[in-house]
């Protein structure tokens, strides 16, 4: 029984939904954010500039959800990038 | 000094003046910092809070070595396009690097501010601000050349975004 609910337990941690969040720094340019969210998540222009005007003027966008082992992915390409990202777990789960 | 796309494979730095190549040069310089600097924390932020232990440990163990990598990568290869430009009295100083090193400046570039505004604790008002400078203290100094660092970034985005899509494509 163990084994069983400590694999469940994983199977949810798997199912559920993580959020990539990138949070605003007064240093890096808006135009280089929107770059790098197009290369990144291949957003077209207008919804990487959304994603972009979301971190600036609110402090933090979610900029992707899905599967945690592709968060992960993303947060750390954020990072080669030099933005500020963090993965988290999407709230109601 | 002037930054445009060359022969549509590369970009060309021309003009240069003694000061500015003296800025340039400082670039790979900048992106050293000291362990455990604030300057650190910014350029190596947590993936998530304290409450992902152990991703945050995997993170520390596997990640942040590759991303290290990834940073030194990126300014050797800015430090030997500048060895390309040397500069002769009276003469201003032009070099040229291939259009695929732009992602490296940008990288490097970005590591010179980002440790420049932890060291110097520049506030979000303070970086925003685009005015000359009131006094010639260190301090406004290091703010104009964050300043002209991010005026670089903005020219070497907008050509990789020309190259990108060749129909904004700016003529050599």
Redesign the interface.
């Known amino acids: 029984m163990p084994e069983t609910a400590t694999e469940t337990k994983t199977e949810a941690l798997l199912a559920t939904p993580w959020n990539v969040v990138v949070h605003n720094?007064?240093?890096?340019?808006m135009?280089?954010v929107t770059?790098v969210f197009q290369k990144v998540f291949g957003y077209s222009r207008d919804r990487a500039t959304r994603h972009m005007l979301e971190v600036h003027h609110l402090g933090r966008s979610i900029v992707w959800s899905g599967s945690r082992e592709q968060a992960?992915l993303y947060?750390?390409q954020l990072?080669?990038?030099?933005l500020?990202?963090?993965?988290?777990k999407s709230e109601g789960c | 000094m002037l930054i445009r796309k060359w022969k549509k494979k590369a970009i060309e730095f021309s003009r240069i003046e003694q000061i500015e190549a003296e800025l340039l040069k400082q670039v790979p310089p900048c992106c050293e910092m000291d362990e455990g600097s604030g300057a650190e924390s910014?350029?190596?932020?947590?993936?998530?809070?304290a409450a992902?232990a152990e991703?945050l440990r995997d993170w520390e163990e596997y990640?942040r070595p590759?991303?290290r990598h990834?940073f030194r990568s990126a300014k050797e290869t800015v430090e030997a396009d500048l060895d390309l430009l040397k500069m002769k009295v009276g003469r201003l100083g032009r070099f040229v690097v291939p259009l695929e090193h732009g992602e490296s400046w940008?990288?490097a570039l970005?590591?010179a501010?980002?440790i420049l505004?932890a060291k110097f604790e520049?506030?979000?008002s303070e970086?925003?601000a685009f005015d000359l400078p009131r006094t010639f203290s260190q301090r406004e100094l290091v703010l104009q050349q964050?300043n002209f660092y991010?005026a670089i970034?903005?020219r070497i985005?907008?050509i990789?975004?020309t190259a990108d899509n060749p129909k904004g494509s700016e003529e050599d």
Not at chain 1, 25 to 29: E, K, Q
Not at chain 2, 42 to 49: G, V
């Open positions: 720094d007064p240093v890096n340019l135009s280089y770059m992960e947060v750390q990072h080669g990038y030099l500020q990202a963090t993965l988290e | 910014r350029i190596f932020p947590p993936p998530a809070d992902e991703l990640v590759e991303l990834l940008l990288n970005n590591q501010r980002l505004a520049f506030s979000e970086l925003s964050i991010a970034q903005e985005i907008e990789l975004n």
